[in-house]
């Protein structure tokens, strides 16, 4: 890997969703080090006053729910300049799917794949108007694979990676990258019993499968191996890549999972494959 850099300019200018804790937050700071500036966007703008301040002004905090189509549009016209996109907010939601009403699916739809799609076309303009940009969308493993109890996350993050993937290939002539990371487990608070939501039928049939990952996640949270400072790290060192991957996995549990699965989707392939081929005339 050479560590060519791309011509965004710099100081880089970053717009950070759920920017006040977890990797929102580690993001912040490694951008910050690097001597680059960051648009803040949070639903609690006074999280991050104390940061703001002490940032010699480059921390701009903007209020922004991301389920909100106007509070999104007001967000990217007041950030100005954008030339890192990371888009990052979003919740654990567990329960099986015959547990996951209309309603809760569709709200994990509006924050981690609507939401996120939106914000990307909104910078996409300017972007293409300077032929340089990078868009950073912060899915999951869970994005890539899924088991048991995360059905809904797990479609809203693999949604906002297949679009992804189609918008790597739309903006690459462009002069715009796109990065995909998946992380594994890491210590962001994500399953903390206060940021963690489960749905709120209950199946007894499924006890011993989603029922498990409703009741053991939580158990996790702050034990967790990976450390959001070092993915944003990690991310910050593929951006300076001249040909970064479309995919980032981060945290060993995280690898060893994909790494599972595409072992599995090969050997259905190997299979099946006879059948795949005989569909000829």
Do not use: C
């Not at 030339?83 to 015959?98: C, M, S, Y």
């Amino acid at each position: 890997m050479d560590g060519m850099t791309d011509a965004t300019p710099t100081p880089r200018r970053w717009f950070v969703t759920g920017a006040n804790s977890g990797f929102g937050l580690a993001f912040v700071h490694a951008a910050l080090a690097a001597g680059d500036e960051v648009v803040a966007a949070v639903r609690r703008p006074e999280t991050l006053a104390e940061l703001a301040a002490s940032a010699d002004g480059r921390v701009t905090v903007l209020e922004l729910d991301v389920s909100d189509a106007a509070a999104r549009r007001r967000a990217v016209e007041a950030a100005g300049r954008v030339d890192v996109l990371v888009n990052n907010a979003g919740f654990g939601i567990t329960g099986a799917i015959e547990e996951t009403a209309e309603a809760e699916l569709r709200d994990a739809m509006e924050v981690m794949f609507f939401g996120p799609l939106d914000l990307t076309r909104l910078v996409l303009p300017q972007m293409r108007a300077r032929r340089s940009g990078t868009v950073v969308q912060l899915t999951s493993m869970g994005g890539f694979l899924s088991f048991p109890g995360v059905g809904a996350y797990s479609a809203a993050k693999g949604a906002l990676e297949l679009a992804s993937e189609a918008l790597a290939g739309e903006v690459a002539p462009l002069g715009i990258k796109v990065l995909i990371v998946e992380p594994g487990a890491f210590r962001t608070g994500f399953a903390s019993p206060t940021a963690l939501r489960t749905v709120a039928t209950r199946i007894a049939d499924y006890d011993t499968t989603s029922g498990a990952v409703r009741d053991d996640l939580p158990a996790a949270d702050g034990t967790q191996e990976g450390d959001p400072a070092k993915a944003a790290e990690a991310v910050l060192e593929v951006l300076t890549w001249k040909e970064p991957p479309l995919r980032l996995v981060l945290g060993s549990d995280a690898v060893d999972a994909v790494r599972a699965k595409l072992a599995a989707v090969g050997a259905g392939l190997d299979a099946t494959e006879h059948l795949g081929r005989a569909m000829g005339a």
